[in-house]
């Protein structure tokens, strides 16, 4: 059987089952620099005091987007100098401090969505890590819009509508509930559309 989640990124991160797992996906490939500054924006929005904000918002300009920082992440440079720069002038300026990650929070959760989160979800960890939550606990997770589809087939027909993307879905979503000499006919549980 193989089922394949189109989780919903942000839902997921809120799990912290869900996020520790992937965080130790992340650090088996080396790769976990982009979490972190996610984590460390979420806790640094939830400072209330001013002079405490400002020290970590220092903190994590040093941590993540100086060169050599301990924690420094691969992105653009015009990401990188944003960072820096909006850092650099907090002693005098705390206008935009509530906003000071916004557009870099938005890059890197992007980035870490589209490439490390999608190859998360197709790893052997992932699929280990579902299996024993279970299928109640994994769809809580998934997007708002998501539409559970079954479509029951035979080699000679199709029972439900098709959409072009459902195409790849089939493919990859495939949950044979019977396939003997004598019934060829397969159910497909769709967990979601790619």
Same mark, same amino acid.
């Given at each position: 059987?193989?089922?394949?989640? @189109?989780?919903?990124?942000?839902?997921?991160? $809120?799990?912290?089952?869900?996020?520790?797992?992937?965080?130790?996906?992340?650090?088996?490939?080396?790769?976990?620099?982009?979490?972190?500054?996610?984590?460390?924006?979420?806790?640094?929005?939830?400072?209330?005091?001013?002079?405490?904000?400002?020290?970590? $918002?220092?903190?994590?300009?040093?941590?993540?987007?100086?060169?050599?920082?301990?924690?420094? !992440?691969?992105?653009?440079?015009?990401?990188?100098?944003?960072?820096?720069?909006?850092?650099? @002038? !907090?002693?005098?300026?705390? &206008?935009?401090?509530?906003?000071?990650? &916004?557009?870099?929070?938005?890059?890197?959760? $992007?980035?870490?969505?589209?490439?490390?989160?999608?190859?998360?979800? &197709?790893?052997?960890?992932?699929?280990?890590?579902?299996?024993?939550?279970?299928?109640?606990?994994?769809?809580?997770?998934? =997007?708002?819009?998501?539409?559970?589809?079954?479509?029951?087939?035979? =080699?000679?027909?199709?029972?439900?509508? @098709?959409?072009?993307?459902?195409?790849?879905?089939?493919?990859?979503?495939?949950?044979?509930?019977?396939?003997?000499?004598?019934?060829?006919?397969?159910?497909?549980?769709?967990?979601?559309?790619?």
């Amino acid at each position: 059987m193989t089922t394949r989640y @189109v989780l919903d990124f942000n839902k997921a991160r $809120a799990v912290p089952e869900v996020q520790e797992n992937f965080h130790a996906y992340l650090k088996r490939s080396y790769n976990i620099e982009p979490l972190e500054f996610l984590i460390a924006v979420d806790n640094f929005k939830k400072e209330t005091d001013i002079k405490t904000k400002v020290q970590t $918002a220092k903190q994590i300009a040093d941590k993540f987007a100086k060169e050599g920082g301990e924690l420094e !992440l691969n992105i653009d440079i015009f990401t990188r100098r944003q960072i820096l720069t909006n850092a650099a @002038v !907090l002693d005098t300026n705390t &206008d935009n401090l509530d906003t000071i990650f &916004d557009e870099s929070y938005k890059v890197i959760s $992007a980035e870490l969505k589209s490439d490390s989160f999608a190859r998360y979800i &197709d790893s052997v960890m992932f699929k280990e890590f579902s299996s024993k939550k279970g299928a109640k606990f994994m769809t809580e997770l998934l =997007p708002q819009d998501f539409k559970l589809k079954t479509i029951t087939f035979s =080699p000679f027909n199709v029972v439900g509508t @098709v959409q072009n993307e459902d195409v790849v879905s089939l493919l990859r979503m495939v949950s044979v509930i019977c396939c003997s000499t004598n019934d060829y006919r397969l159910k497909i549980s769709l967990i979601g559309l790619l």
